[in-house]
């Protein structure tokens, strides 16, 4: 294990706002990660759907811990999200991110969101810079 994954993973027990959202990190390797996180009534937005930035948040935060694990520390630089499917009070959703292409200047990543039955709540790409 790099010792990137170990600070990572150190972080990631610490950091206030995956703790504030409920977002625990399953699992990271060099350029991939799962978080997972549990759907709350505190999620929902004025319309009694998942607030689509809830959902955003835990693709974001899987798409951090990918990125960073090949390269420390970088910023992302471009967000885009499809949201497939909505989700509900109680679902525990899964982000996986994998890194796609990593190089000097731009790190580009692919993310997906799931909801425990498996089914399909978002697609999203990302695009960070290296601050090294």
Avoid: W
Avoid at 78 to 88: D, L
């Amino acid at each position: 294990m790099s010792g990137n994954l170990e600070k990572l993973r150190a972080k990631a027990k610490e950091e206030p706002i995956a703790s504030f959202l409920g977002i625990k990190l399953a699992e990271l390797s060099d350029g991939y990660a799962r978080v997972t996180m549990t759907l709350k009534p505190e999620h929902v937005n004025f319309n009694g759907m998942i607030f689509g930035g809830i959902v955003m948040s835990l693709a974001d935060q899987a798409f951090a811990y990918a990125t960073n694990s090949v390269i420390t520390p970088n910023v992302a630089s471009q967000f885009n999200i499809h949201f497939t499917a909505a989700a509900s009070v109680g679902d525990e959703l899964t982000a996986e991110c994998r890194v796609v292409r990593s190089g000097k200047r731009v790190c580009v990543s692919e993310m997906t969101v799931t909801d425990h039955k498996g089914k399909l709540i978002a697609k999203a790409t990302g695009t960070t810079i290296p601050l090294v």
